[in-house]
Antibody, heavy 120, light 109 residues
Framework: QVQLQESGPGLVRPSGTLSLTCVVSGGSMITDNWWSWLRQSPDKGLEWIGEIFHSGSTNFNPSLRSRLTMSMDRSRNQFSMNLTSVTAADTAIYYC?????????????WGPGHLVTVSS | EITLTQSPATVSVSPGESVTLSCRASRNLNNYVAWYQQKVGQAPRLLIFGASTRAVGVPVRFSGGGSGTEFTLTISSLQSEDFGIYYCQQYNNWPPPWTFGQGTKVEVK
């Protein structure tokens, strides 16, 4: 049974970089699925951040594209995101999730979520 | 970017009653709509995709409908475990972003 688990700092300073990793356990990442990041905050609700395929292809939310990178470590079965120049508006619960298919961009598998606070 | 507007924001329902939630899109979604349930402290749970297809393990009391820009989620005979917040999501437009509605809270009457 595939499971996802986010990890990373819970507090990031303003103007710093938010770095998160999602470990995939119980199955391979080399599948016909997009591996995604989403976040949730009281102000913005649920927001799709971006996704990465095992080939390395990525798609990003245009509102975050200039600050966002994603990568995948197939040997460790994990994928990561980096968001630079963070502000308080980036405070949110961050989720990693698996898209259900190459074109079926709904999320049937989620990590438990990781709260990131941007504050000095 | 496609905007999804859910209504009502909150609905109060007694156990055993039925409720219908609405999701309106700013453009035609060609039925590429999903519904999620979220409880406090948990990640969202996928209920419906393709506007009307139940995800694996989802009870038959959950049903999705609609087309074009108007979609609904109906919960028949609400159970105690059905109270929470429900979100719709669109995955129609390419390229992304995929977007979500602001949610409807289903609470105990």
């Amino acid at each position: 049974q595939v499971q996802l688990q986010e990890s990373g700092p819970g507090l990031v300073r303003p103007s710093g970089t938010l770095s998160l990793t999602c470990v995939v356990s119980g199955g391979s990442m080399i599948t016909d699925n997009w591996w995604s990041w989403l976040r949730q905050s009281p102000d913005k609700g649920l927001e799709w951040i971006g996704e990465i395929f095992h080939s390395g292809s990525t798609n990003f939310n245009p509102s975050l594209r200039s600050r966002l990178t994603m990568s995948m470590d197939r040997s460790r079965n994990q994928f990561s995101m980096n968001l630079t120049s963070v502000t308080a508006a980036d405070t949110a619960i961050y989720y990693c999730a698996r898209g259900e298919g190459i074109v079926l961009m709904v999320y049937g598998l989620w990590g438990p979520g990781h709260l990131v606070t941007v504050s000095s | 970017e496609i905007t999804l507007t859910q209504s009502p924001a909150t609905v109060s329902v007694s156990p055993g009653e039925s409720v219908t939630l609405s999701c309106r899109a700013s453009r035609n979604l060609n039925n590429y709509v999903a519904w999620y349930q979220q409880k406090v402290g948990q990640a969202p749970r996928l209920l419906i995709f393709g506007a009307s297809t139940r995800a694996v393990g989802v009870p038959v009391r959950f049903s999705g409908g609609g087309s074009g820009t108007e979609f609904t989620l109906t919960i028949s005979s609400l159970q105690s475990e059905d109270f929470g917040i429900y979100y719709c999501q669109q995955y129609n437009n390419w390229p992304p972003p995929w977007t979500f509605g602001q949610g409807t809270k289903v609470e105990v009457k």
